[in-house]
């Protein structure tokens, strides 16, 4: 230990400031990258309770037939500004401040590679979703047209053609997501440039963590997939504004136009969203095995696959448009194709753990919740796959289900999995325990509880998009059972917000490595120094800290 140079801890620094020199320095005015990434999980956090309180309404709302909750323009922009939220303003926030916090952390520098293009590209993702939810502030037109978006998160033409939407909803839904996918863009250079130029000496892209292996091949989706919707984006405000008619069907244009671009983008967007909890999952569950991950080059592999073939299944998206039989057979087999990687990570995970000394721990627990629920997202979404099973169940409430199964029994679970094994990093307190355990199991129970009756309904042939629905066509109880479970999730919501509030002040002190881990970002400090490391240990396999905790055995060193 005593070849690990620790720096000052920041605690100690910030103690002879006052409360406004933090406030200005730390917060707003920042270029640091850890506190720019507090301030994406912090945003994304905030905009994951407001649009969580949205989907509970809107539970409400189906929870009983014929229900009158909120009238059927209230439900429609409720469930646009909710997914809008979630995908936008939740996922990819909170993956940014992932990354920005860490990869630096893991690779042995200082910042990332442009400080103020990062600090920009967080402000614009910011106000990008205070836009969004500025048009709850405007007055409806003259016509009654609100400026709340309510045609859903794909804003599909027509429906946002100005002959259609004559108010600004569909302004202000282009114009608040354009912000937020420049400020995506910006952090995806961001960190392909920091990770490729500024890695510590003897960090090999072989001896990389996996975390900042996987976040690399995102950066790369995201440059590749959020091109074709600004492209999409801007040629609808074309057609708005400048009489254009790209997706105008009565003046020689496709609506269906638009569904390539938005698809383009939407379905690397799963994979986006989900790769930077796969990284999570993947360091956290070999340190609490006390294995090495099995099979690291094969994940590698893996990752760099799904980023390639998960830019070309976007039409299954398209099944129902009417697209030639020999394209369906194309993205149907495309779709197949992705879940071979995706299943090896799941092998690689489970396999890390066969034989290992397993510790339960919160982190571990999220983990292996996660790995049960998108093996059942996976299973479904080849389900769906197979285009006559789609043609049948495309738009009915068996793919609110499974989209849902992915991104929260999936992503939600491992960002969960990342605050409770990063947060003594970030803080230098621990989250309880008991809480913890507490939060997972609600969270779980909630979760089956609300979305496994919905994979009934749609069966049944229970349509999605819709704000009410009449008695006896058998809906009705996996209804009820369905916006009973939202309570479940909201008591678990709640015991992590207390959780969090009360470690901040009276949490145990987790000092610089509580998890006994093996990458750099233990280290350092909890939380670490303004210039994150002293002198950055030289590293000479994939597990630096374990090299420098235990340089008598040399069984444990591989490249």
Same mark, same amino acid.
């Given at each position: 230990?005593?070849?690990?140079?620790?720096?000052?801890?920041?605690?100690?620094?910030? !103690?002879?400031?006052?409360?406004?020199?933090?406030?200005?320095?730390?917060?707003?005015?920042?270029?640091? #990258?850890?506190?720019?990434?507090?301030?994406?999980?912090?945003?994304?956090?905030?905009?994951?309770?407001?649009?969580?309180?949205?989907?509970?309404?809107?539970?409400? %709302?189906?929870?009983?037939?014929?229900? #009158?909750?909120?009238?059927?323009?209230?439900?429609?922009?409720?469930? =646009?500004? #909710?997914? =809008?939220?979630?995908?936008?303003?939740?996922?990819?926030?909170?993956?940014?401040?992932?990354?920005?916090?860490?990869?630096?952390?893991?690779?042995?520098? !200082?910042?990332?590679?442009?400080? !103020?293009?990062?600090?920009?590209?967080?402000?614009?993702?910011?106000?990008?979703?205070?836009?969004?939810?500025?048009?709850?502030?405007?007055?409806?037109?003259?016509?009654? #047209?609100?400026?709340?978006?309510?045609?859903?998160?794909?804003?599909?033409?027509?429906?946002?053609?100005?002959?259609?939407?004559?108010?600004?909803?569909?302004?202000?839904?282009?114009?608040?997501?354009?912000?937020?996918?420049?400020?995506?863009?910006?952090?995806?250079?961001?960190?392909?440039?920091?990770?490729?130029?500024?890695?510590?000496?003897?960090?090999?892209?072989?001896?990389?963590?996996?975390?900042?292996?996987?976040?690399?091949?995102?950066?790369?989706?995201?440059?590749?997939?959020?091109?074709?919707?600004?492209?999409? %984006?801007?040629?609808?405000?074309i057609d708005r504004f400048l009489g254009g008619h790209f997706f105008d069907a009565s003046a020689s244009g496709a609506a269906i136009l638009w569904q390539h671009f938005f698809w383009l983008f939407g379905h690397p967007e799963v994979y986006i969203l989900m790769i930077p909890g796969f990284a999570s999952v993947t360091e956290i569950v070999p340190v609490f095995s006390r294995k090495p991950i099995f099979g690291r080059q094969a994940m590698i592999g893996a990752s760099v696959a799904i980023g390639f073939i998960s830019l070309g299944v976007w039409a299954h998206h398209m099944y129902t448009v009417g697209m030639p039989s020999k394209a369906n057979i194309f993205f149907a087999a495309a779709t197949m194709l992705v879940g071979v990687p995706t299943g090896i990570k799941i092998f690689n995970w489970v396999a890390t753990m066969w034989g290992g000394k397993i510790r339960f721990a919160t982190p571990m627990l999220f983990c292996v919740g996660f790995l049960f629920q998108f093996l059942i997202a996976g299973l479904t979404g080849i389900m769906l796959a197979v285009a006559p099973f789609d043609w049948q169940l495309k738009s009915s409430y068996f793919l609110v289900a499974h989209f849902h199964y992915t991104l929260i029994g999936g992503l939600l679970f491992t960002l969960f999995a990342a605050i409770y094994y990063w947060f003594p990093k970030a803080t230098g307190r621990m989250l309880s325990e008991n809480l913890g355990k507490w939060h997972f199991w609600l969270l779980v129970v909630g979760f089956h509880v609300t979305f496994d009756p919905l994979h009934v309904a749609g069966w049944l042939g229970m349509p999605r998009?819709?704000?009410?629905?009449?008695?006896?066509?058998?809906?009705?109880?996996?209804?009820?059972?369905?916006?009973?479970g939202v309570g479940i999730q909201a008591a678990a919501i709640l015991i992590f917000v207390i959780n969090v509030l009360v470690s901040l002040f009276v949490g145990q002190r987790a000092g610089n490595d509580p998890w006994d881990a093996w990458t750099l970002e233990w280290a350092t400090t909890s939380p670490p120094a303004k210039y994150n490391f002293a002198v950055v240990p030289e590293v000479h396999s994939s597990r630096p800290l374990w090299d420098l905790k235990h340089p008598e055995d040399p069984d444990w060193k591989y490249e």
């Open positions: 230990m005593a070849s690990i140079n620790y720096p000052i801890p920041y605690a100690e620094e910030r !103690r002879k400031r006052s409360i406004w020199s933090m406030l200005l320095e730390d917060w707003i005015f920042t270029v640091d #990258h850890k506190h720019l990434g507090l301030m994406y999980v912090i945003i994304a956090l905030l905009f994951f309770v407001v649009s969580g309180l949205f989907g509970a309404v809107i539970r409400a %709302q189906l929870m009983y037939p014929n229900g #009158h909750v909120v009238t059927a323009d209230v439900f429609n922009r409720m469930f =646009t500004v #909710h997914g =809008t939220t979630m995908v936008f303003f939740v996922g990819m926030p909170f993956i940014a401040g992932l990354a920005n916090y860490l990869i630096p952390l893991m690779i042995g520098a !200082r910042d990332m590679a442009f400080p !103020r293009m990062n600090a920009l590209g967080f402000w614009l993702t910011l106000f990008g979703g205070l836009l969004l939810f500025s048009s709850y502030l405007m007055p409806a037109g003259a016509a009654g #047209h609100g400026a709340v978006p309510d045609f859903g998160w794909f804003a599909y033409a027509p429906l946002t053609e100005r002959a259609f939407s004559e108010g600004t909803s569909a302004d202000f839904w282009v114009l608040s997501v354009l912000m937020s996918s420049t400020g995506s863009t910006l952090s995806a250079i961001n960190v392909l440039s920091t990770t490729l130029c500024m890695r510590a000496k003897g960090m090999t892209l072989a001896r990389m963590p996996l975390f900042v292996w996987m976040n690399c091949v995102v950066a790369f989706q995201i440059l590749v997939a959020l091109p074709p919707l600004t492209a999409a %984006q801007i040629m609808l405000m998009r819709i704000y009410t629905y009449p008695t006896g066509r058998g809906w009705d109880t996996w209804n009820y059972i369905s916006s009973l």
